[in-house]
């Protein structure tokens, strides 16, 4: 049995993993649920699935939960950084799922991958923002780590064996790949006439027509830069090189990925848009568990269609892309700009198409420095989120 802490369990990722849990209860246990502030989510929680421990980021939402804990419920309430990383380095700890979304969740992540820890990947931005630094300590440790992502496991579910047993520093062209061909669905403004795109409105954004998910990732597929993201994420995963790395829209989200081979062959993973798939293959990884899902019925699918991405209605991939170019400042400051961006958005201050305009400004901004450590990173991080913040006090 293993022992799960999962990093985000008031998100929609944590509810699904929870759900897989709850199918194999005599092969997972959770050890430990990590949430920011959400404490009605995280109450009802830990009523539920009886957790070790409950860290809640925020103070005061972990004060107002050990209140509201009902006698005689096991779980402990901690908060604090030392407290958090206790719980995702603790020997009782198998897996962590990481699936705090943003810059948050690099921290605790990269302390599970430090300890050795097999980590469940669903927090891009941990790799978009460290990736360099992240695969090189995985590998220094010991860690196993797994894309959750539905499209990064479906690749990974492509490859040969040895290559999956090599992530980060895998050699795809000695083992027959061409290329990596990372699908996307188009969001919900595939179709939707360009000169209207400014006067879309949040609610508009996070209607995806394929997948729920949380208001941050959603306005990410409605911009493409969640794939953008996933493009980033994909080049270290995978050690890719620029060219060995393809775009393409599929709007079914059927396939979710592929990876094509020097003879012709091209592998795809396909299922229904649910992301218990990739977790419960991840969690059972390398064998194969119930994930509750309803198996993919190929007379109910229809036409699957592709087509290539179009840049001026999805200006934020090529900027991702263009970052993946330049390098670990690029996509770090990328990463913020865009976090920055998409809630000032949410929040109703800037217009849609104005996040590629904040992005833009702020990418154009980046200056080559060494990014040796974490708090390198998470120092630029900061610069770049007050330049994002400068940028849209401009623009108002």
């Known amino acids: 049995m293993q022992n799960m802490v999962i990093l985000g369990a008031t998100g929609s990722i944590g509810a699904s993993t929870l759900s897989v849990m709850v199918n194999n209860p005599a092969d997972f246990h959770v050890y430990g649920l990590v949430a920011n502030a959400s404490v009605d989510k ?3 929680l830990c009523i539920t699935h009886q957790p070790d421990y409950a860290h809640m980021v925020d103070e005061s939402a972990a004060m107002q939960l050990k209140s509201l804990l009902p006698s005689g419920c096991i779980t402990q309430v901690t908060t604090g950084a030392e407290a958090l990383n206790a719980l995702v380095t603790d020997s009782r700890t198998d897996t ?3 699936a705090i979304v943003g810059a948050a969740g690099l921290v605790p992540t990269f302390d599970a991958v430090k300890a050795g820890k097999r980590v469940l990947l669903a927090n891009k931005e941990a790799l978009v923002m460290s990736g360099e630094l992240f695969m090189r300590t995985a590998r220094a440790s010991g860690a196993t780590v797994l894309p959750v992502d539905s499209e990064h496991n479906a690749i990974f579910q492509c490859l040969p ?6 992530l980060g520093y895998c050699d795809l062209s000695a083992n027959g790949i061409s290329h990596i061909l990372l699908t996307g669905s188009g969001g919900p403004f595939l179709n939707t006439d ?7 409105t949040p609610a508009q954004a996070c209607n995806h027509p394929n ?3 949380g208001p941050k990732i959603s306005v990410d597929s409605a911009t493409m830069m969640n794939k953008g993201l996933e493009f980033i994420e994909a080049r270290w995963l995978f050690n890719t090189q620029a060219e060995q790395l393809k775009v393409v829209i599929h709007p079914q989200s059927v396939i979710h990925s592929m990876v094509q081979y020097r003879d012709g062959s091209v592998i795809a993973q396909m299922g229904n848009p649910d992301m218990r798939t990739p977790i419960a293959h991840c969690m059972s990884y390398p064998q194969r568990i119930v994930a509750g899902v309803e198996p993919l019925d190929f007379f109910k699918v229809g036409q699957l269609s592709f087509c290539e991405p179009d840049f001026d209605r999805f200006p934020c991939l090529r900027l991702a892309m263009q970052a993946c170019e330049q390098g670990q400042e690029a996509t770090t400051v990328l990463n913020a700009a865009n976090e920055i961006a998409v ?10 198409t104005d996040i590629a305009d904040v992005n833009y400004h702020c990418l154009d901004s980046v200056q080559q420095t060494r990014l040796d450590s974490i708090e390198d990173i998470l120092q630029l991080d900061e610069q770049a ?8 006090s401009a623009l108002n």
């Open 42 to 44: 995280m109450l009802a």
């Open 96 to 98: 962590v799922m990481a």
């Open 161 to 166: 064996i040895n290559v999956q047993a090599q």
């Open 194 to 200: 360009l000169a209207t795109l400014s006067a879309m």
């Open 211 to 213: 997948w729920s998910m």
């Open 343 to 352: 809630d000032s958005f949410l929040k109703g201050h800037i217009r849609f």
């Open 385 to 392: 989120r007050a330049t994002a913040m400068s940028v849209i």
